[in-house]
């Protein structure tokens, strides 16, 4: 009899086994199918925030066309940061997409370089220049060594020049507002119109922006309120901490940053990446001439949304991300003139 019983157990056992094994085969397909479904998904809203921006810095090479010369070097000053943005996105995101989705992409970002380049030389042609030493040392026979000396020497010249040129732009261009501490800064239309503003490193501050940036970067900011109007491209968060920001815009990207309440209206998806404790709802600051500047800024009010948000830190589908929520309507500021 424990003969039998013991047989028995065994078969038992091999039995549980074989089960344990095949529902862990189960399991794993079940995580397989759930982690492609994830991987697309990631893909699609990748694909569609990278299109957007780039379509966006088409559109602003087309507009070159019909451009006075001297709004030339602006408009390509904003083309550089926009490429610049993107640039960091592809990058940022590449530990969440497929090798074959980040060939794509860089493929692309290759071509519309090489696209704003040749819109830079057509429409910003460099002048000419030789040096004296060089007209000095001209003789009747070149050798090739020398050929070749000018020529290498002419190309660092031309990039040298280029360098230059491009960081003295994005300078002009951009309108920084840096290391404040318990400041009421009101920036009006006529300082910030369709250029850039960066905010960095402010403390306890109140920014009010009464126009239509081309683009807002905020890094660094801790305890404060920030409220602009309309955006025409992106606004950037790095490393901000316990703030209020009401922003309307075109695309939003968020890194690195906690303890946020935001009020938006944003044309696509909003997206954050190792960040905890937000908080959203509709975008609802108002002042003087502001409709005017939704117009300028090509933002359709009626398109906006506020709570479609791409958390790159939870990838799943079946349950909402831990990191953000929806303000409560009890909670939400109405009257930002207190």
Aim: charged share 30%; net charge negative; hydrophobic share 35%.
């Amino acid at each position: 009899m424990d003969d039998v019983d013991g047989k028995k157990d065994l078969m038992t056992k091999r039995l549980d086994r074989l089960q344990e094994q095949r529902q862990a085969k189960i399991d794993k397909q079940r995580q397989d199918k759930e982690d492609d479904v994830v991987i697309q998904d990631t893909v699609t809203v990748f694909t569609s925030q990278f299109q957007q921006e780039k379509e966006i810095i088409d559109q602003k090479l087309e507009e070159c066309q019909s451009l006075d010369s001297k709004q030339l070097p602006d408009q390509f000053d904003s083309i550089a940061i926009a490429m610049e943005n993107l640039e960091k996105f592809v990058a940022d995101s590449s530990l969440f997409l497929p090798g074959f989705v980040m060939r794509q992409a860089q493929e692309s970002l290759k071509k519309l370089r090489n696209n704003i380049d040749s819109g830079r030389d057509q429409y910003l042609p460099k002048k000419k220049f030789t040096f004296k030493s060089r007209k000095k040392v001209q003789s009747n026979k070149a050798t090739p060594s020398s050929s070749t000396t000018t020529t290498t020497d002419d190309r660092q010249d031309k990039t040298a020049q280029q360098d230059v040129v491009d960081t003295n732009a994005l300078a002009r261009r951009l309108c920084d507002y840096s290391n404040l501490q318990d400041q009421i800064v009101d920036i009006t239309a006529d300082e910030i119109a369709s250029k850039d503003v960066k905010l960095s490193h402010l403390i306890r501050c109140t920014v009010r922006i009464s126009g239509y940036p081309s683009a807002l970067q905020m890094d660094h900011l801790k305890q404060c309120t920030i409220l602009s109007g309309p955006i025409s491209s992106s606004v950037f968060v790095d490393q901000c901490y316990d703030c209020k920001i009401v922003v309307a815009c075109q695309q939003l990207r968020v890194h690195s940053s906690t303890d946020i309440q935001f009020y938006i209206g944003v044309t696509s998806r909003a997206i954050i990446e190792d960040c905890t404790r937000f908080f959203f709802s509709p975008y609802n600051w108002s002042y003087q001439d502001i409709d005017q500047h939704f117009t300028l800024a090509a933002l359709d009010k009626s398109k906006l949304n506020w709570s479609a948000i791409d958390d790159f830190n939870w990838l799943r589908i079946d349950q909402p991300s831990p990191n953000w929520s929806v303000l409560s309507e009890q909670d939400r500021v109405n009257d930002w003139d207190r």
